[in-house]
């Protein structure tokens, strides 16, 4: 099993990104993929997350309207559109599956349920 993410760069505020996520060793249809940040000195919280199997999507409060997360179930890869990033947004940005059926509304933020994850991608908004 294995979790790869790219796409982590500096960018001012109010730019844009792209994270990729590409999952070998598991398939869409019995996971969920879900996004996760450490800001520095701070504990990881959820970002937003997807069912690709039913289409079920989640996201934080704080990145409603600004992030958008799909997935690419013919290239086994997730992504994490980003717009109007804010300072507040810098962060390692990780990729973590959980069993598919494991993912509602209530779960999805919680570190602790995510099984798998990747080594992180790091992003940098500046001001």
């Known amino acids: 099993v294995q979790l790869v993410e790219s796409g982590g760069r500096e960018v001012q505020a109010g730019g844009s990104l792209r994270l990729s996520c590409v999952v070998s060793?598991?398939?869409?249809?019995?996971?969920?993929i879900g996004w996760i940040r450490q800001a520095p000195g701070k504990g990881r919280e959820g970002v937003s997350a997807?069912?690709?199997?039913?289409?079920?999507?989640y996201y934080a409060s704080f990145v409603t309207g600004r992030f958008t997360i799909s997935a690419d179930n013919t290239k086994n890869t997730v992504y994490l559109q980003m717009n109007s990033l804010r300072t507040t947004d810098t962060a390692i940005y990780y990729c973590?599956?959980?069993?598919?059926?494991?993912?509602?509304?209530?779960?999805?933020?919680?570190?602790?349920?995510?099984?798998?994850w990747g080594q992180g991608t790091q992003v940098t908004v500046s001001s």
């Open positions: 973590a599956a959980m069993p598919r059926r494991r993912l509602n509304s209530g779960n999805f933020y919680s570190e602790y349920q995510y099984n798998y």
């Open positions: 060793g598991l398939s869409f249809d019995d996971v969920a």
């Open positions: 997807i069912s690709e199997r039913d289409g079920s999507t």
